[in-house]
């Protein structure tokens, strides 16, 4: 299932097609169980074909009927890792327990590492909360992580944090985009710190002084703000000189 601000469903097929309902139970990592009985279904007919000692669904003599019950509005209420699930057949039918991966597809990079990512955090916070945040166990690095950010999430009633995303792919893009030619980690940049901190600017001019240096320009229009850089050296680190 993706972690994702996207809500999926679920379709758990069953063979036994007089089944009137079934109970879900799902476990995310620590967090309490929640259970839930469906009774939303439909019948379909498959066909399942053997190749190569592997079942596919295709084409064929061997039809397969399963009346396929669904599962809406969980996936955005779950965390990243392993999902325990438990189905239950009717109210005293057998149970069957699997588990489901919930991956962050496309996670930025930054993210992927919770130390760094604690410590990225010095572009838009004091330097005393990261280090405080730091002073933790570093067991509790992800969970303290997610405290901080759950704090501005725009979508508090989900897991998906739509800010904490759009923050750690900034610093995934400034690190790269702003290396210059000395190919040094381009989130020291005066550039890259300005990316980070206020995103994509709505335009950027370049043009050259008197002296022939190149000066960039960014423009933040609902800011009212705009920052000034020059490349003084012409190895593409350009230097904040306004803003």
Known sequence: IPFSSQDYQLVIPVTDTTVEQITIEM?????????????????TKISVV????????????????????IFRNFSRKLQEGILITTIKLNEDGE???????????NKPISLRNPEFAIEMLKYIEEEEKVSNLLDEDEE????????????????????????MEEYYSRIDYAALEFRGISKNNG????RGKIYIQH?????????????????ETWIYK????????????????FILIEG
């Open 27 to 43: 476990r995310n990592n620590d967090e309490e169980p929640f259970t839930q009985t469906l009774t939303e279904s439909y019948i």
């Open 187 to 190: 989130l020291s940049t005066d």
């Open 140 to 163: 509790d690095y992800q969970r303290e992580l997610h405290k901080f950010w759950k704090q501005y999430d725009p979508t508090p009633d989900t897991e998906y944090n739509e800010l």
């Open 199 to 215: 995103g994509k600017p709505d335009n950027i001019e370049r043009a050259s002084d008197t002296r022939g240096y190149v000066v």
């Open 95 to 105: 149970e069957q327990e699997f588990p489901i991966s919930v991956a962050w597809l």
């Open 50 to 69: 053997e190749c190569n000692d592997k079942l596919f669904v295709g084409q064929g003599d061997n039809v397969l009927i399963t009346k396929n019950f």
């Open 222 to 237: 609902n800011l009212n703000q705009r920052f000034v850089f020059v490349d003084k050296q012409g190895t593409g680190n």
